[in-house]
């Protein structure tokens, strides 16, 4: 039964670690996960995908690069495929793989955000189950599991220490 209780609270450890090194974790280096809610940008990026994104200078972009954006409201992200560069007013024209055509309106180096580097297809819709509400309640409930197995643990471990004596 202590092995049961070890090998269980280890297993939700090792989950809720590998969460944090993969949605906490980066923002601490400047990286950041972002969720992909459109396919826009499929099959390289899918919907329900995590991509992250690392800062970049906008001059050293080329043609085809996917970049990362601010739209003209300042707060919606979008990830598209670079199309033509024009140095002289400093914009990039893009457009998602996926679409069919180019998207309306340049967008200023001002707004580029950063480019992906990396994707792990599924862990975004993952990640936004997880920070709704339920999602959080059921991290906690998590962390509680694993303080209520290490005291099981430890009650088992005297009981067992109990027994050892009373057989002597």
């Known amino acids: 039964m202590r092995y049961l209780c070890k090998g269980a609270a ?15 974790l980066p923002g601490l280096f400047g990286i950041h996960p972002l969720i992909v809610q459109s396919g826009s940008m499929e099959p390289a990026y899918p919907q329900g995908s995590m991509v992250y994104i690392r800062g970049t200078d906008p001059r ?4 085809g690069d996917a970049v990362t954006f601010r739209l003209a409201d300042g707060e919606t992200l979008v990830t598209h495929r670079i199309t033509s560069i ?5 914009e990039i ?3 998602g ?3 069919a055509r180019e998207d309306g309106a340049a967008t200023s180096f ?6 992906p580097f990396f994707c792990i297809p599924g862990l975004g ?9 339920a999602g959080k309640a059921g991290i906690l409930m998590l962390v509680v599991l ?18 050892e004596k009373k057989r002597i």
């Open 10 to 24: 280890l297993a939700i450890c090792m989950v809720l670690g590998a969460l944090t090194v993969l949605l906490v």
């Open 97 to 99: 793989d996926a679409n």
């Open 110 to 115: 001002e707004q580029i955000v950063g480019i």
């Open 60 to 63: 050293k972009l080329s043609e």
């Open 93 to 95: 024209h893009t457009k």
């Open 146 to 163: 694993v303080c209520l197995l290490s005291w099981m643990d430890e009650a088992l471990l005297r009981q067992e220490g109990t027994l």
């Open 125 to 133: 819709s993952l990640a936004g189950r997880l920070s709704s509400m």
């Open 86 to 90: 024009d140095m002289e007013k400093e």
